[in-house]
């Protein structure tokens, strides 16, 4: 189950990334949309680490995913 939840994350961190690249090609006029979807990539990553980290520091997570 837990495989599937940062799989999941990892997806989202990827569609972000890719929706970030598509505003910088569309938006000319110096729209904001890029740079919250890359903060919202940011704020994945380091969501997903911080909890790949406690998992196995509190033992949720035993050798491999």
């Known amino acids: 189950m837990l495989r599937y939840f940062v799989i999941a994350v990892f997806v989202l961190i990827v569609a972000s990334l890719f929706s970030a690249l598509v505003f910088i090609y569309q938006d000319r006029s110096g729209s904001k949309r890029a740079v ?9 990553s380091v969501g997903l680490f911080a909890f790949l980290m406690a998992g196995y520091y509190f033992g949720w997570i035993k050798g491999r995913l």
């Open 36 to 44: 919250k979807a890359l903060a919202l990539r940011v704020g994945l």
